[in-house]
Nanobody, 121 residues
Framework: QVQLVEYGGGLVQPGGSLRLSCAAS????????MAWHRQAPGKQRELVAA???????DYADSVKGRFTISRDNAKNTVYLQMNSLNPEDTAVYYC???????????????WGQGTQVTVSS
């Protein structure tokens, strides 16, 4: 089995920073795309940032210039550095990975359980 576990959520004041991390573990052959999504109360889940194995990054317009996604492929880990946070960034943040796993090397989408980020004064 494969698991994704997120770390780094918490409470921060407007203008502050947080760094999220997500580590994948299990019988992994390879990982393609890793990404961060978020879901605020009363809203649908949305893509925040994504990065392929070729280091090509995509960001939601609302976070461009403030958030940075990065990967450590040797550790099967993805990070999200969040700067200049505002109350509109408050949400549960979910890690996502497209992984080739198992003895038969099946491709599949995996999700973490989510970590709460709250921006408030």
């Amino acid at each position: 089995q494969v698991q994704l576990v997120e770390y780094g959520g918490g409470l921060v004041q407007p203008g502050g920073s947080l760094r999220l991390s997500c580590a994948a573990s299990g019988s992994i052959f390879s990982i393609d795309t890793m990404a961060w999504h978020r879901q605020a109360p009363g809203k649908q889940r949305e893509l925040v940032a994504a990065m392929s194995t070729g280091s090509s990054a995509d960001y939601a317009d609302s976070v461009k210039g403030r958030f940075t996604i990065s990967r450590d492929n040797a550790k099967n880990t993805v990070y999200l550095q969040m700067n200049s946070l505002n109350p509109e960034d408050t949400a549960v943040y979910y890690c996502y990975a497209h992984i080739i796993a198992g003895a038969m090397r099946h491709p599949y989408d995996y999700w973490g359980q989510g970590t709460q980020v709250t921006v408030s004064s």
